[in-house]
C-alpha cells in the first residue's frame, strides 16, 4: 500500500536549524498555507493553540531505520547521556522513526490572511503542513500517566530545576 500526501502549508521560520533543535519550548513563526487551502482557515481564529500535523522532510532514509534510541531532549536539562535509557522509539518524540510524522502543538498568535503566526515550533524552515486541527477541550487529557524511566528522570531534572513543571 502506497499513502501520498499532499502539504497544505510550509513552515517559515526565521531561524536556523540549530536553534530550533536546541530550543526548550520551541520558537516563534508562521504557518503559510498554500492559497487553494486558504478557505480551510476559516473560523480558526479564536482558538488559542492548533494541532501541526507535518513530514519531517530531513529525516533520512538510514534514520527512517532507527528503532530504538536515547530521549536526548533531556540532555538539554542536565541528564547525562550515559544517564539516559534506550527506548523504542514509539516511547519517544525522536524524529528519527520509520514515518516522520511529526504532531505539535503550537499557540496561535494570529491568522494573517494565508499565514497563521505561531508560538512553540519545534519544525524546521520548510517543513511541509499534512495537517491542521484546532486544539479543543475534547482533546485535552489532565491525568496522563508516564512510565518510571520517565517519572525518573523528571524528578532528577526537578532536583536542579525546580521550575521545570512539566516535559
Partial sequence: MEIVFKPVGYVIVDQPDEVVRE??????????ILPE???ALKGLEGFSHIIVIAYMHKVSS???SVLTVRPRRWVKLGIGEHELPEIGVFASDSPHRPNPIAVTIVELLAVEGRRLKVRGL??????????????????????????????????????????????
Avoid: C, M
Avoid at 24 to 29: I, K, L
Fill in 23 to 32: 530550543s526548550h519550548g520551541g520558537v516563534e513563526g508562521y504557518i503559510e
Fill in 37 to 39: 487551502y486558504e478557505p
Fill in 62 to 64: 538510514e534514520q527512517r
Fill in 122 to 167: 519545534d519544525l524546521y524552515n520548510g517543513t511541509p503542513v499534512l495537517d491542521i486541527k484546532p486544539y479543543t477541550f475534547s482533546r485535552r487529557v489532565d491525568n496522563i500517566r508516564v512510565p518510571a524511566w520517565y517519572q525518573r528522570l523528571l524528578e532528577r531534572v526537578r532536583s536542579v530545576k525546580p521550575d521545570v513543571r512539566e516535559l
